[in-house]
């Protein structure tokens, strides 16, 4: 069910990352992430607005908002102890946001889409240093193929006056997956103690505050006005459902955040495609090559982690 629940996370997480395209391009980067946050904190206050006033109605169901006696493995977390990971979390995301969404902004979806694919790459290597996992030989020819991939993907983007070395906005994409690297880690850690739509509901929730305080204080240095675009809630609707599914999928107890992780990062396919549909971008022939390559590299990784 987790597998399943984790394709369907990396499908939305495609036509996430189009809408994010389409919204910010030529538009006010800090303004389109907040009203994503606005968005979706709408989407689910009516479940911590029900899980609170009329609890029965959704008890025993993923849809409950609120905390779960019991729930989770060890020593259950307090109000205010879950609250506080929540906000960490809240933190970390929107430091990956903020950097991949200006990082959107001035490259193409079709080099984007691929160096996020990356993301994995470093969860599994977090999982190692942190969890003390180990890699057998299929994963290590995985992790290999993938930064191969990653390689060629830069050369690939040089034709377009992309040099991965010098150019800013790469630096940012790769802080920004960096962070998300990081989030895939820390999610593991507390779904086992924290049921998942509190996460995503309280989460939502505070993004709402911590993103609006930033708009608040950056707005006096910047010039770039904002556009309405229809795109705009679309990023929240698709992220939700993603989401919604991530975390449902990691709160099984043999779920593999390492696998979850690579399975989403088939979303790539998505966008890429898009890339070409949509946004007409150049030199799709080589990214194609670099694209397939890095689906090889995470597919091997998936395949040494279920062999392990």
Request: overall charge positive; hydrophobic content about 55%.
């Amino acid at each position: 069910m987790w597998v399943f629940l984790a394709f369907v996370s990396a499908f939305f997480l495609g036509f996430y990352d189009i809408a994010k395209k389409k919204s910010l391009n030529g538009n006010a980067v800090l303004t389109v992430l907040f009203c994503n946050t606005i968005f979706g904190a709408l989407i689910f206050s009516p479940f911590v607005i029900i899980s609170t006033a009329s609890p029965q109605i959704v008890e025993g169901t993923i849809f409950n908002a609120s905390l779960i006696a019991g729930y989770g493995e060890g020593t259950a977390a307090t109000p205010l102890q879950a609250h506080l990971m929540v906000i960490l979390k809240t933190f970390i995301v929107l430091g990956s946001w903020i950097m991949g969404y200006f990082a959107l902004k001035h490259l193409p979806i079709t080099i984007a889409g691929p160096v996020n694919a990356i993301r994995p790459v470093l969860v599994l290597i977090g999982a190692v240093l942190i969890f003390s996992e180990r890699l057998n030989l299929i994963q290590w020819l995985g992790v290999g193929i993938s930064l191969l991939s990653l390689f060629l993907l830069s050369l690939s983007g040089r034709k377009e006056g992309i040099d991965f070395r010098t150019n800013k906005w790469v630096f940012i994409l790769f802080g920004a997956v960096i962070m998300g690297a990081v989030s895939g880690l820390y999610d593991k850690f507390i779904m086992k103690m924290l049921p998942p739509l509190f996460v995503q509901s309280r989460f939502n929730i505070y993004q709402v505050v911590v993103m609006g305080s930033i708009l608040l204080i950056m707005n006096r240095h910047t010039s770039v006005k904002f556009e309405w675009r229809w795109w705009i809630p679309l990023i929240s609707i698709f992220i939700s459902i993603a989401d919604f599914a991530y975390f449902y999928s990691l709160s099984f107890d043999d779920a593999l955040i390492a696998v979850i992780s690579m399975i989403r990062r088939g979303s790539v396919i998505v966008s890429f495609a898009a890339g070409a549909l949509l946004f007409r971008e150049k030199n799709l022939k080589a990214k194609a090559m670099d694209l397939g390559l890095i689906l090889l590299g995470l597919g091997l990784l998936c395949w040494g982690s279920l062999q392990g």
